[in-house]
């Protein structure tokens, strides 16, 4: 089976609101997924339902071909990466022990995690000379860095990002955008990437899915999008897009 996630008629509610209308999607291996649509469109619930944040209402998520479950879920988040918009880093923890934490937690061998912590800073660009300063002593950048290090420290087989780069001015954005699309690439990752921003999903995405009003309104590249609109909403949300002028 390609895909590593699956959802089969999965939805969401927020008392009589409803977040997620029944989906059914899939995410396949070694690919980069992009969610993306207007505020509260469902992108970021989506991810919490994948990793066990938020319950479903209704359907079945499925990993690597297994529902996912309560029972299950703490071994799965082991298996997946999860990096969000302002890092979530702790600030009483040296960069170090933030991309530590979950090893540390596990008991692994100090030698591999002193080796890990030096491949992730050559994967990441983040220099060694800073892994011992705190979040507040670090720039924007560095703490994304570090977010990301931390979700890539037990090799995970899915990495989830939400919106990780929408609080960084252009400049940063922009190499961070590029280190990314390189590390996918680099590393074959399963990724799953939540941004408002079209161009950004055209330059890191595999695969697009449009959602609005917790609905999957269409999936696939952005020249799909452009040419072959499923809606008029798809085109009102691209013409929407200015910085669409610089792809």
């Known amino acids: 089976?390609?895909?590593?996630?699956?959802?089969?008629?999965?939805?969401?509610?927020?008392?009589?609101?409803?977040?997620?209308?029944?989906?059914?999607?899939?995410?396949?291996?070694?690919?980069?997924?992009?969610?993306?649509?207007?505020?509260?469109?469902?992108?970021?619930?989506?991810?919490?339902?994948?990793?066990?944040?938020?319950?479903?209402?209704?359907?079945?998520?499925?990993?690597?071909?297994?529902?996912?479950?309560?029972?299950?879920?703490?071994?799965?988040?082991?298996?997946?990466?999860?990096?969000?918009?302002?890092?979530?880093?702790?600030?009483?923890?040296?960069?170090?022990?933030?991309?530590?934490?979950?090893?540390?937690?596990?008991?692994?061998?100090?030698?591999?995690?002193?080796q890990r912590v030096a491949e992730l800073c050559a994967l990441t660009r983040f220099p060694q000379a800073a892994l011992d300063r705190y979040p507040i002593e670090l720039s924007g950048g560095q703490r994304q860095r570090i977010s990301l290090m931390r979700a890539l420290a037990l090799s995970p087989e899915l990495l989830l990002l939400d919106e990780p780069l929408g609080a960084l001015d252009p400049l940063v954005r922009a190499a961070l955008q590029k280190d990314l699309k390189e590390i996918f690439a680099r590393l074959k990752q399963t990724a799953i990437l939540v941004t408002h921003d079209l161009a950004e999903a055209a330059y890191l995405g595999d695969e697009i899915v449009l959602m609005n009003e917790g609905r999957v309104v269409q999936i696939g590249t952005l020249e799909d999008l452009r040419t072959k609109p499923a809606s008029d909403f798809v085109t009102e949300f691209i013409n929407a897009q200015r910085g669409l002028a610089l792809i």
């Not at 359907?59 to 996912?68: N, R, S, V, W, Y």
């Not at 969000?84 to 009483?92: A, E, N, R, T, V």
Request: aromatic content about 4%.
């Open 1 to 114: 089976m390609s895909a590593l996630v699956q959802l089969l008629g999965v939805s969401k509610t927020f008392g009589a609101a409803s977040a997620l209308h029944p989906s059914d999607l899939s995410f396949e291996r070694g690919k980069t997924t992009v969610l993306i649509g207007p505020s509260g469109c469902g992108k970021s619930t989506l991810l919490r339902l994948i990793i066990g944040l938020l319950e479903p209402d209704g359907g079945t998520l499925q990993f690597d071909g297994a529902p996912i479950t309560s029972a299950n879920i703490a071994q799965l988040r082991r298996r997946i990466g999860y990096v969000i918009q302002d890092g979530g880093l702790f600030p009483h923890l040296t960069a170090r022990k933030n991309v530590l934490l979950m090893a540390t937690h596990l008991k692994r061998p100090a030698a591999g995690m002193d």
